[in-house]
């Protein structure tokens, strides 16, 4: 089967200090597997040189004034993507692009839709993440195990790969970081096939996680309630 095309979607907030070494990374994991690819970073508003050290790289790059959120850089994101194939990865460094192949792979070479890259399947995940985000993961997943009947290991996982047409057909509304809890719920109730395959996972280079462990946690447990009935 020919290889489509990758549009790899990098949502990006004050990332100047790691954006330059995970774009480096993504295009030389693409160019060495053979991907014919393109690399869309959504500049979130950030107030640093994050839009700066983007424009080093040979990249699409999309700017919003303000910042919106990682639901919307990844709508705007898909927007742009021209790929068959959309792969999502946050600009942090924690999920290393040596993992891309991993998780195109099984959307090329078989009948799947959507492939999760699960953090928690192998013990170098788990310590690569603290024990209170660990705590609200295994809480959303149990969430998401009552309302759904189905067990998926890393719900909130922004390592993904997804066939471009399936994934437009979700319309993603959340702004923010609930955006993968809507994503997967909207799938699973769609009967969407997902596979999940182990990732690597480190923790970031530089800076401090945008995410607040129980504001977002509880916009996310709120999002998974309001999906899971709504449309």
């Given at each position: 089967m020919k290889t489509p095309l990758i549009s790899v979607i990098v949502p990006a907030f004050d990332?100047?200090?790691?954006?330059?070494?995970?774009?480096d990374s993504i295009h030389s994991v693409l160019v060495?597997?053979?991907?014919?690819?393109?690399?869309?970073?959504?500049?979130?508003?950030?107030?640093?040189?994050?839009?700066?050290v983007v424009k080093e790289s040979s990249v699409v790059l999309v700017n919003h004034i303000k910042?919106?959120?990682?639901?919307?850089?990844?709508?705007?994101?898909?927007?742009?993507?021209?790929?068959?194939?959309?792969?999502t990865i946050d600009?942090?460094?924690s999920h290393p692009p040596h993992d891309i192949p991993r998780l195109v792979y099984p959307l090329i070479n078989g009948n799947v839709d959507a492939v999760i890259?699960?953090?928690?399947?192998?013990?170098?995940?788990?310590?690569?993440?603290?024990?209170?985000?660990?705590?609200?993961n295994r809480?959303?997943?149990?969430?998401?195990?009552?309302?759904?009947?189905?067990?998926?290991?890393?719900?909130?996982s922004g390592f993904r790969a997804?066939?471009?047409?399936?994934?437009?057909k979700l319309s993603i509304r959340s702004s923010g970081f609930e955006a993968e809890s809507e994503i997967t719920l909207k799938m699973l109730k769609r009967g969407f096939s997902i596979k999940e395959v182990p990732i690597d996972c480190e923790p970031r280079d530089n800076g401090?996680?945008?995410?607040?462990?129980?504001?977002?946690?509880?916009k996310i447990l709120k999002s998974i309630l309001f999906f899971s009935v709504a449309d």
């Amino acid at each position: 089967m020919k290889t489509p095309l990758i549009s790899v979607i990098v949502p990006a907030f004050d990332e100047e200090a790691n954006i330059g070494s995970v774009l480096d990374s993504i295009h030389s994991v693409l160019v060495q597997a053979g991907f014919p690819y393109e690399i869309i970073v959504v500049n979130d508003g950030s107030s640093d040189k994050t839009s700066e050290v983007v424009k080093e790289s040979s990249v699409v790059l999309v700017n919003h004034i303000k910042n919106l959120g990682k639901g919307a850089a990844i709508r705007t994101g898909l927007q742009r993507a021209r790929g068959g194939v959309v792969v999502t990865i946050d600009a942090d460094g924690s999920h290393p692009p040596h993992d891309i192949p991993r998780l195109v792979y099984p959307l090329i070479n078989g009948n799947v839709d959507a492939v999760i890259g699960s953090r928690f399947t192998n013990e170098h995940g788990k310590v690569s993440t603290s024990e209170l985000r660990l705590l609200g993961n295994r809480i959303i997943n149990c969430a998401f195990l009552l309302l759904t009947r189905k067990r998926i290991a890393d719900t909130q996982s922004g390592f993904r790969a997804y066939k471009r047409e399936a994934f437009r057909k979700l319309s993603i509304r959340s702004s923010g970081f609930e955006a993968e809890s809507e994503i997967t719920l909207k799938m699973l109730k769609r009967g969407f096939s997902i596979k999940e395959v182990p990732i690597d996972c480190e923790p970031r280079d530089n800076g401090s996680s945008k995410v607040k462990s129980f504001k977002d946690g509880f916009k996310i447990l709120k999002s998974i309630l309001f999906f899971s009935v709504a449309d």
